[in-house]
């Protein structure tokens, strides 16, 4: 789920350190054409990351169930695998 938020993430800390290491090679204009393009990629990191809050307020914690011991009813015990659904075979209601 969040495997796209951390590579935009690395791109931007990617052009940060490009910028970082080579602003005195570059003419200012072209800094400032390279620090655009930051803030460009900073605004997609944000926009994303306020999806993701959004899908997770709005989908996933409405339906999030404690039970009165504490205990998540949606996650598996600790140490073992999250279950998985059983995959299409092409026969049953699933495909209708």
């Not at 800094?31 to 997609?44: D, G, P, Q, T, Y």
């Not at 404690?66 to 092409?90: F, N």
Request: hydrophobic letters at 35%; aromatic letters at 6%.
């Amino acid at each position: 789920m969040f495997e796209d938020l951390v590579e935009t993430c690395q791109e931007l800390q990617q052009m940060l350190t490009d910028v970082q290491e080579n602003y005195g090679d570059f003419h200012p204009d072209d800094v400032i054409e390279m620090l655009r393009n930051c803030l460009v990629k900073s605004a997609e990191l944000h926009r994303d990351i306020g999806a993701k809050r959004a899908y997770i307020r709005l989908s996933i914690l409405p339906g999030w169930e404690v039970t009165q011991r504490g205990d998540d009813a949606g996650m598996p015990p600790a140490g073992q695998p999250p279950p998985t659904k059983p995959p299409v075979t092409g026969e049953g209601k699933e495909l209708l």
